[in-house]
């Protein structure tokens, strides 16, 4: 693996833009995620690359699945310009940005309706403008990541109170680590690579993730309860470091924005259609798939804002929280 990395960073970091005498400007770009191959983050990346390869002489190194690193590994190198290109989630970016961590809050969105609400209104606009301002970093699309549910080992969960106590997998966030303290359970930083076995041998006795996440690592193996709780909600970049963007030439910048803007549309809608899909997949496994009071779940959590935003910039979290909040009404 090491070697592996190492010889596409050393292609990535030649970013090879080549321009000949009168013809169109030739683009070779790196474009790496740890999203599985059966993701749809990776088929929106190709649907992406055979858009922008369609209008112009831009070509890719696409290398989904972890090739080039962990998600965080990813955002490194991204940071460090070994990278061109990734897809990575908002919740990431705030490790660049912290206070893009108030998009994955409790509760935050409403439904995915709300959610495209945010990606192509105001929100998505301040998003954007942060990171190419305070990072060199342009989004170049969004895309659902999905609302994310509990699933259980054994013990259904019919409310609040079956909760407490509960080991849950959980990612060494601040946000996650937060809500299941809020809530009284026991969160167990897991990674992700792991979670399987974790449910596996009992390590933990719940873990929380979106339907199609449960379907592509087969956690229907080793769960049995999925509650639709839908208490965090994630949102997808598609991103290109901007010192890499300016070298493309006007016609590749324009086949990046119309692609994009296809991404986002086409993207959202097959991602709510895998959604529906993925909950029928679980309940034919046999899991129970149910739905919860989100009352209780939402009146537990919202003290959580208060405390994640004491680490954050109070200014530009409180901007971002309001432009949020206001895109559902």
């Given at each position: 693996m090491m070697s592996l990395k190492k010889f596409f960073t050393t292609v990535a970091s030649g970013c090879a833009l080549t321009l000949a005498a009168g013809q169109a400007q030739a683009v070779e770009l790196t474009l790496a995620h740890h999203d599985s191959l059966a993701s749809i983050n990776t088929h929106m990346a190709d649907s992406f690359i055979d858009c922008v390869q369609g209008q112009t002489e831009t070509t890719f190194n696409h290398l989904p699945a972890a090739q080039m690193g962990t998600a965080r590994e990813i955002i490194e190198q991204l940071k460090l310009g070994a990278l061109q290109m990734s897809s990575t989630d908002v919740g990431m970016l705030s490790a660049?940005?912290?206070?893009?961590?108030?998009?994955?809050?409790?509760?935050?969105?409403?439904?995915?309706?709300?959610a495209e609400a945010v990606m192509n209104g105001a929100p998505g606009k301040y998003i954007r403008d942060l990171m190419l301002k305070n990072h060199g970093i342009r989004i170049v699309a969004y895309l659902h990541n999905g609302f994310r549910d509990f699933l259980t080992v054994d013990k259904p969960i019919t409310g609040l109170a079956d909760i407490k106590g509960v080991k849950f997998r959980s990612p060494s966030h601040p946000v996650f680590l937060g809500m299941f303290k809020a809530l009284k359970a026991e969160p167990v930083p897991v990674p992700w690579s792991e979670a399987y076995t974790a449910m596996q041998t009992k390590l933990v006795d719940a873990m929380e993730t979106g339907p199609e996440g449960m379907v592509n690592s087969k956690m229907y193996e080793v769960g049995k309860h999925v509650v639709k709780s839908g208490h965090i909600y994630g949102m997808m970049t598609l991103v290109i470091r901007e010192d890499v963007y300016q070298k493309l030439d006007g016609t590749t910048q324009k086949a990046f924005a119309s692609c994009g803007a296809k991404y986002t549309k086409e993207?959202?809608?097959?991602?709510?259609?895998?959604?529906?899909?993925?909950?029928?997949?679980?309940?034919?496994?046999?899991?129970?798939?149910?739905?919860?009071?989100?009352?209780?779940?939402?009146?537990?959590?919202?003290?959580?804002?208060?405390?994640?935003?004491?680490?954050?910039?109070?200014k530009i979290s409180q901007e971002l929280i309001d432009l949020i909040q206001n895109a559902a009404k």
């Open positions: 660049m940005e912290p206070s893009l961590a108030v998009v994955l809050w409790p509760f935050m969105m409403k439904d995915f309706d709300h993207g959202n809608a097959e991602f709510r259609n895998r959604t529906d899909k993925a909950y029928k997949f679980l309940a034919d496994k046999g899991l129970t798939v149910s739905d919860i009071d989100k009352g209780p779940l939402q009146k537990a959590l919202k003290p959580v804002w208060g405390d994640l935003q004491k680490d954050l910039d109070p």
